[in-house]
């Protein structure tokens, strides 16, 4: 077989699993570990069943992959903005809009987290602790560096950069989490194009005035993260469920 063959075939075997796994995230995040059927995921990918067992060996160990596989994109998105020349305060505010973003737009990793959150709290072993070691504690560890940074430089107020994060990020959560609450007390939908654009512009802003030193300069940040990075194209309006 010449090298010619040999990488074609890596890169069907390549795309075939990268069907299996968005098919699976797809059946996982509906259906859940128990509901889900590896056939249904074989016959939505176009593969062969043996093929999935070949790749990930059993359901639970494309469940876990699967896991990995959408997580590690939440991760990979996080890290770029850090990799970034922006200075810490412009991070902080890149992040806290990106984590909106990702809860509006990426409700099939929203719902997984959902559902080992809840395996969890029943004391059944589940992908968490894989997780928290190979994506969230990482990117926590990120994120207090960018506050620790920002405060250390000047450009941020001095505070507990902890508190700083979870500030910035559990305002999200919080919105999408209490939204039909809201909507019962005020008749206002918060999922509504609107209502989220408007959000999601105040939550930068808020930040620009709440957490810079300068003011001056907070507004300034806000202003060009907004520009940057507009609203997503494809979101979710209705049923957006909440952030872990």
């Known amino acids: 077989m010449t090298t010619t063959s040999i990488s074609t075939v890596a890169d069907r075997g390549s795309e075939a699993r990268g069907r299996i796994l968005e098919a699976s995230l797809r059946e996982f995040s509906s259906l859940g570990l128990a509901g889900a059927r590896v056939d249904a995921i074989a016959a939505s990918a176009q ?16 469940y876990v992959a699967t896991l990995e596989y959408v997580a590690g994109r939440v991760r990979d998105a996080s890290l770029a903005v850090m990799e970034s020349a922006a200075s ?73 950069a902890t508190q700083m994060i979870q500030a910035a990020l ?16 005020t008749g206002e939908d918060n999922f509504s194009h609107a209502a989220i654009a408007k959000r999601r512009k105040s939550l930068v802003e808020y930040l ?21 990075a507009p609203m997503p194209e494809k979101i979710r309006l209705t049923n957006v469920p909440e952030e872990r």
């Open 88 to 160: 810490p305060g412009k991070k902080l505010l890149q992040l806290a809009l990106s984590h909106f973003d990702r809860i509006l737009t990426q409700r099939e990793f929203q719902t997984l987290m959902q559902q080992e959150m809840i395996r969890m709290h029943k004391g059944e072993s589940g992908a968490l602790p894989v997780l928290v070691e190979r994506v969230f504690r990482p990117m926590n560890e990120c994120f207090l560096q960018v506050a620790s940074d920002g405060m250390a430089s000047g450009e941020l107020i001095a505070a507990d």
């Open 208 to 228: 620009g005035q709440s957490v810079f030193q300068d003011r001056e300069l907070g507004a300034r940040m806000a202003a060009e993260v907004l520009a940057a």
């Open 170 to 185: 559990g305002a999200n959560v919080f919105y999408f989490l209490s939204a039909p609450m809201w909507r019962l007390m």
């Open 47 to 62: 593969v062969n069943k043996a093929l999935i067992y070949y790749y990930f060996n059993s359901k639970d160990g494309l």
